[in-house]
């Protein structure tokens, strides 16, 4: 069984970059597509980014396209998000997740389709 565990969350100004790793325990990603998700204060958590098993495959928010970036290491063994150009309007508690329910290399865009998550992690931009 997989699990997760963020970081990188914090506190940067407006227009300002963060990393978010997202380690893997127990499995590599070889075998399953990924999400990172977040959720605002008050609103729904919803899907930021999304990348197949492979890495050949990535799904961006319109909110944080060309913004933030979504990828493997090269082992595969921790997933990140490249967040850049950060805006107050990016302030959620981030989390990621794994699809381990099948092996088809490709990215899901729903939250019921994700089974194993992680507990979040805080991300905080100022005006």
């Known amino acids: 069984q997989v699990q997760l565990v963020e970081s990188g969350g914090g506190l940067v100004q407006a227009g300002g970059p963060l990393r978010l790793p997202c380690p893997a325990s127990g499995r590599t990603f070889n075998t399953y597509p990924m999400g990172w998700f977040r959720r605002a204060p008050g609103k729904e958590r919803e899907l930021v980014a999304a990348i197949s098993r492979s890495g050949g495959s990535t799904f961006y928010a319109d909110s944080v396209k060309g913004r933030f970036t979504v990828s493997y290491d090269s082992a595969k063994t921790a997933v990140y998000l490249q967040m850049n150009s950060l805006k107050p309007e990016d302030t959620a508690t981030y989390y990621c997740?794994?699809?381990?329910?099948?092996?088809?290399?490709?990215?899901?865009?729903?939250?019921?389709?994700?089974?194993?998550w992680g507990k979040g992690t805080q991300v905080t931009v100022s005006s």
């Open positions: 997740a794994v699809h381990s329910l099948s092996y088809r290399d490709t990215y899901y865009i729903n939250e019921v389709d994700y089974n194993v």
